[in-house]
């Protein structure tokens, strides 16, 4: 018990069935190609080599508009920064006179607590 013998390739009912489910297909010879076929090849080949250019062209604009848009955000960030930065605020004092003897608060503690202890 085998299995049974492979069709030969000559048969004509076996290369009829292959065609009919397309997996294989009789090679045209290449003189053999209509004017139909190579005007619609050439056509199919303009349309690729101009939708090629045109994704070409937008993809330039798109980079140049992503371009525009970063130094755009660049020049709002530094203006950003601008308005954020400002003089520093400080209280009004009076200078000391030359007369007076600033002490620093531990001195005043501790004659506070000298005067306490009295």
């Known amino acids: 018990m085998g299995l049974p013998p492979l069709p030969k390739p000559a048969d004509r009912r076996w290369d009829a069935l292959l065609d009919l489910m397309g997996i294989r297909r009789k090679a045209a010879p290449v003189d053999a190609i209509p004017s139909s076929t190579e005007s619609v090849l050439s056509l199919e080949s303009q349309t ?3 939708m090629a250019l045109a994704q070409s062209e ?3 604009i798109h ?3 992503v371009a525009e848009l970063q130094n755009r955000i660049d020049r709002l960030e530094t203006m950003n920064a601008r308005l954020r ?13 030359p007369q007076e003897v600033r002490r620093t608060p531990n001195e005043d503690a501790y004659i ?7």
């Open 48 to 50: 690729i080599e101009s």
């Open 58 to 60: 937008l993809s330039d």
């Open 63 to 65: 980079r140049r508009q």
């Open 85 to 97: 930065v400002g003089a520093t605020a400080t209280l009004p004092k009076e200078d000391p006179s």
């Open 112 to 118: 506070s607590d000298v005067r306490r202890f009295r």
